[in-house]
């Protein structure tokens, strides 16, 4: 490796000749003198040039400098390399089409992607895929600790199971085959395998909506359990999940969090959780609007009810339980009380929906009810079938979407910008 | 969740009413009593059935079985359950295809494959995946502790870079796309934000081999890091996360590892490494054929190369260096001394090739050169060329196949048995 100090230590070197290495974040030139500040992954470091012939570097340019550790009050970090010798690594062929030495970007989003490659280097557009790393490795080490296993499944499949008009085709050696909406299939397998398993993986919706909150392909973090009673089990699991990833961030990505002026939640020991229908009355009866009867929450219901249950239980989390079975993938488990209703769930945060989940059938026979009740060609679902005939305990799980669950947690408007080179209706590049 | 002791926790309860739950493994009726041997994630239980009609269960079927637990000399861990009641959770269709509570499979790769979601519950056969998930979180800790973010990138791609022969086509709202064979471009453009990257991710190879080593999806552990002064730090941090793979293999499959007879190899404090001239010299001088002029290796030389590296340096770990630019990818750095040589490497473990890795380009001209030098289209490599115009430190990585790096640790002849639902030339289901 190069030999180098990282530029967050300089203070403790004053008086030492060190070398650090990065990039060129800024050139100030004044009269007589010129700072040089460098940009590594662990912070800024200023360099001083004297003499009357400063060099001249554009910014990004990748720089190794050497020199003299000085205690300087207006340096970042309290210290500053005067005296310096410095080599360039590797020059840009022109300046970023921002500066990135400014606090904020006011870039347009179109600009910001397209220019990815050094857009992501602004610590503010990069903070969040500092969220989203820390984040996954809370998520796993939450059910890691519950003896859950990691598996990785297929991303290509031979048929489209949950929704045949959203789904990306793949020419498979001639044959036609589709991009995997989620690992849904796979990790119910796997439970009669390992009980517990869990996937970090892409997920690909060919979905035609151009908003803020769909991507055509997502990170989706994926747990699916054995031998639960109802689907409130999976919901406690979910709940130390959540809980995990939060502390994860804490823990591991508290400057990008303090750099977006964001702030983490609690998560209560127990999250509140409200019935659909007694969401639906609570609507009816304070928003002047009747929702009852429909089959879903609108998204003005969902702020709604999460204002409700930070104003009334002091949480920003919030269980929405049995919503109508109709409205849920043909695996979903019903209610054995109120057989229109089902076993499913949504966790809402901050006044959107972040996870779904729920109790999944594991009858055979109640799979093969479901499929015909729904008017579902069995064939294009003989994987599930082959499934259930083959031994399941109740089970059930969740699936989070990352790039939300980022976004929702710094506060940002868009999941293009905490998805990494994000894909929609009109982007492939980079 | 529904109320259990582990099944490898009984001989702990002794004298105890416990209820367990799990799948019936077998049944063994004799005359006047029955054994029903019950199996959850933690192992095996032996359930004692008296009386004139013990019930006849189909194996594989998921039961609750509440019962004292007594001291018995012939039962799996010392400790059995007498004197049962025994609550069906879901029945099977019918038997597996196979035995499961055999030792040894002897069903044919097809059979296995058609019917995983049975079969992956023989421990033989869910062995390799508990060291695939072990395996892959080694590869995290190991660069987790040296500093590196983890990315998750895109798998659909604009542009097939790397060889438009062997990628699969999606149709991406109308527009042509393809699956990515890599995330090379990615986790190269990452370097410039966060200097140290990696990501466990799928990537798709449309190669029309039949054979044991190639899969259409696998998971590619990928790490690419900046500031090097050459390849041979990259070889350090594989050398070092490799160390790391095999210690969380012992650490949290070892019972996989011996259950499978296999042994885990001792990784030395440096591999050792040879030139690939050289390598090709050793071959002439010691195998009666004469490779000199090849520019790859065959795999018969790789095994002969690894068992010369075990006799002479006692590593089952050999690295080669050096080979010759014109056959690896535009990305490729030369070696500055010996310009028709690159700064790449292969590992080669237990004869077979297992990571490939290198020091690649990092200056906008050299990639201009590379590029115009090998008559490609530079139009279709403008995201490369975009990155590389940003400012990139020297840098270098490598990707390792998991599904080889287990079969080759546990001496398995084909990635179809430690790839979850594989996915090959002929094979979509399930």
Known sequence: MISRTPTADLAKHVGEHVTIAGWVHRLRTLKSVAFLVVRDRSGLAQVVLTGPDTPRFTAETVVEVRGLVVAGDQAPGGAELVDPAIAVLAEPT???????????????????????????????????????????AGFRAALDALGFTEIHTPKIVGTATESGATVFGVDYF??????????????????????RVYEVGPVFR??????????????????????V???????????????????????????????????LPHVPAEIPAIDFAEAQELLARHTGEDPRGEPDLAPAHERWLSAWAERTHGSEFLFVTGYPLRKRP?????????????????????????????????????????????????????????????????????????????????????????????????????
């Open 94 to 136: 022109g300046p970023p089409p921002f500066d990135l030495h400014r606090p904020r970007v006011t870039a347009t989003l179109p600009t910001v992607l397209d220019h990815a490659a050094v857009a992501l280097r602004h610590p503010t557009l990069r903070a969040p895929f500092e969220v989203n790393a820390a984040s996954t």
């Open 229 to 263: 009673t109802d689907h409130r089990d999976v919901m406690a699991v979910l709940r130390h999940v959540v809980a995990g990833m939060v502390d994860a961030v804490a823990e591991h990505a508290a400057a990008a969090v303090t750099l977006l002026e964001a702030e």
């Open 330 to 430: 043909f695996y979903t488990h019903p209610d054995p009380l109120r057989p229109e209703a089902s076993h499913s769930f949504d966790l809402l945060f901050r006044g959107l929906e972040l996870v779904t989940g729920g109790q999944r059938l594991h009858r055979h026979a109640d799979y093969l009810a479901a499929l015909t009740a729904r008017g579902e060609d069995l064939a294009a679902h003989r994987d599930h079938l082959d499934m259930s005939a083959r031994g399941l305990p109740p089970h059930g799980g969740f699936a989070i979407g990352l790039e939300r669950w980022t976004a929702r947690l710094l506060g940002i408007d868009n999941v293009r910008r905490t998805a990494l080179f994000p894909r929609d209706l009109h982007r492939l590049h980079p």
């Open 174 to 195: 001639g044959a036609p085959a589709f991009l995997a909406q989620s690992p849904q299939l796979f990790k119910q397998t796997m439970v009669g395998v390992f009980e």
């Open 206 to 227: 060919a979905e035609p909506h151009d908003t803020t909150r769909h991507l055509a392909q997502y990170t989706s973090l994926d747990a699916e359990l054995g031998f």
